[in-house]
């Protein structure tokens, strides 16, 4: 049985008013790079509208209707936000995007250690966030970019050690009790490669950290847009993602954090909104979320993701997953059936999220998503922000296809119909 | 597709000029940092004359016989051509499909026209362009008349 009816999946794409266009001299749209960002329905771009529209003021500024209506939105997309992911509203912050989120947390680590970074923080919780020479942070070889350079910059910055939780040949990670010890202040891992398509076992990670008392953070960028995702049932500490890839607007990410933790950490950007009391000499902080949201923040984004939010709850995120169980399922099966393309990352579905990168032989990645693009495919090439993921497994760049609520077999159809022409147009055969 | 012309595919697969070689007055290692092609490029220039220009590159078809390419259109002429053909070659391929490119002045490089209709592409195809020019600036020619106009354009 699938997931969701044709009924459901006709209506479902024409809530997206993008994938109705052409591209390239009159060919429909096949947008497989939802990994990448994925496509908005009417009702998120309806939910700016609105927001601007009738309720626009500075939010947690001035006490005139406006404001109260606007800060009163925002607040309600948190909630929304925090239900989400079975968090409390008060553990939930807006970032600019996931990158941000996570910078956040390496920042307040850098920061925790210097005198008074927060007036009155539980001692015991503060020495867990601080780090120097002779700790250890722990990430893993198959993270974005966005969950690799920010702990690259605090192990430069306070004198720690940067290690990481090897990657097997077939895209699974590697046991970390080899690399977890008693050195280690926090592990940060992604629970869904964004190339690989790999849905990480949370438990053993989180279980790993536990034993040395060391913090645990997931980049949930791959895994919110896909899967049911509850904090409490992952037992991390601190869970990122993005709005743009929920189906959500630019512009906007979240942090989740345990509430001792964040009320121990130092902001991060400082200024309006995020104060307590404020001298010439020096100021107060608020507690959280507040005091990591300095500035006006993005409501009309937060308005957005919130629709979003509750376009995916009405679907129901255990058949989004699903969906893309069977998605997974069907591109493994049809690219299997092609000799010339080798597939990277687990090989059982069951094991998958997302997306699927291969490599074609003879052809480098570029060439290939350009003869797709061609014929109106949209897919990712290159090293999709996880370099030495690439370099692990001895290649310069994958081609990448990825899912959504949208996405469809016949998606998948188009694609390998057009991937078959591919060797021709360079002088190969399929 | 059109973009993929014989002569592209023939530079792509036997790549002119490839492999590096002494002796060399520069050396540079030139990167497209979002999709990771990479070029190690030498040049040797002996009395104003680009004497040789050898390469190891590891990219997408466009980006390898690009570099074949400007091996072949440079070596063995004086650097202010080179420099010529290089700006000939970055005219076309910034201008969106508007210059077809003169073969007088870029040789096989016109079959790089289709190139200027996709910009995410056009990087890919002055990779080794540009390494050629930093080389050239590098073993101490003077390549004001490429960096002068550079901004506006690239
Ligand atoms: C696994 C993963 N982590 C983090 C990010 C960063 O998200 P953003 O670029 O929206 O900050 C992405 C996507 O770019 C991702 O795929």
Redesign the pocket.
């Known amino acids: 049985m699938t997931a969701f009816t044709e009924d459901e999946l006709a209506r479902i794409r024409a809530d997206f008013p993008v994938l109705s266009r052409t591209v390239r001299d009159g060919r429909p749209l096949v947008y497989l790079d939802s990994?990448?960002t994925a496509q908005k329905p009417w009702c998120v771009l309806e939910a700016e509208q609105e927001y601007y529209s009738t309720r626009n003021a500075a939010v947690h500024r001035g006490a005139h209707q406006l404001a109260e209506e606007a800060t009163e939105a925002f607040e309600g997309a948190r909630a929304t936000v925090a239900r989400f992911i079975g968090a409390g509203p008060d553990e939930v912050v807006f970032t600019k995007?996931?990158?941000?989120a996570?910078n956040l947390v390496a920042y307040a680590m850098s920061n925790a250690g210097a005198p008074g970074a927060i007036d009155g923080a539980d001692p015991a919780v503060a020495e867990r966030l601080q780090l120097g020479p002779g700790d250890e942070i722990v990430v893993t070889e198959m993270?974005?970019h966005?969950?690799l350079v920010p702990w690259q910059e605090l192990a430069r910055r306070t004198g720690a050690t940067l290690r990481w939780i090897g990657v097997t040949d077939d895209g699974r990670l590697e046991d970390p009790a080899t690399v977890v010890g008693e050195r280690t202040k926090v592990l940060a891992f992604?629970q869904?490669?964004?190339v690989l398509g790999t849905l990480n076992d949370v438990a053993p990670l989180v279980a790993a950290a536990r034993a040395v008392g060391a913090l645990t953070l997931v980049?949930a960028?791959?895994s919110v847009p896909h899967l049911p995702v509850d904090v409490t049932a992952l037992g991390v500490d601190f869970l990122?993602f993005?709005g743009?890839?929920v189906i959500g607007p630019?512009g906007i990410?979240v942090l989740w954090g345990r509430p001792e933790l964040l009320a121990a950490m130092p902001p991060f950007i400082t200024g309006g909104s995020m104060i307590e009391l404020v001298h010439m000499e020096r100021s107060t902080y608020a507690p959280p979320p507040q005091r990591f949201e300095a500035g006006v923040p993005m409501a009309a984004q937060a308005v957005g993701l919130q629709s979003a939010i509750d376009y995916l709850t009405e679907l129901g995120m255990d058949r989004v997953h699903q969906h893309d169980t069977q998605l997974s399922a069907y591109c493994l099966e049809q690219l299997a059936e092609r000799p010339w393309v080798r597939v990277i990352g687990p090989t059982d579905p069951a094991h998958r999220v997302g997306a699927v990168s291969f490599t074609v032989e003879g052809i480098h990645p570029h060439d290939v998503g350009q003869v797709l693009d061609d014929r109106g495919i949209a897919v990712r090439t290159g090293h999709?922000?996880a370099w030495p993921l690439h370099r692990r497994l001895g290649l310069p760049a994958t081609t990448r296809a990825s899912f959504s609520v949208y996405t469809t077999r016949a998606d998948i159809d188009a694609f390998v119909t057009a991937l078959d022409t591919v060797p021709g147009v360079f002088g190969l055969s399929a | 597709m059109d973009l993929y012309g014989e002569l592209i595919l023939d530079h792509s697969k036997h790549p002119q000029h490839v492999g590096l070689r002494e002796p060399f007055g520069a050396e540079v290692h030139h990167i497209n940092p979002t999709c990771g092609d990479e070029v190690t490029l030498r040049v040797q220039v002996t009395d104003g004359v680009v004497t040789d220009v050898s390469y190891d590159a590891q990219g997408c078809s466009i980006s390898i016989a690009s570099t074949s390419v400007l091996a072949e259109e440079t070596i063995g002429h004086p650097v202010d051509e080179a420099l010529e053909t290089f700006l000939a070659m970055r005219g076309m391929l910034t201008s969106k499909g508007e210059d077809a490119g003169d073969p007088e002045k870029i040789g096989d490089g016109v079959a790089f026209a289709g190139v200027s209709r996709y910009p995410a592409r056009v990087k890919c195809a002055l990779l080794g362009w540009t390494a050629f020019t930093d080389a050239l600036a590098r073993s101490g020619e003077d390549i004001s008349v490429v960096s002068s106009t550079a901004a506006s354009r690239t």
């Open positions: 990994g990448a995007n996931g990158t941000e996570i993270e974005h966005a969950n992604t869904v490669s964004n980049d960028c791959q990122a993005t743009h890839k630019s990410g999709h922000c």
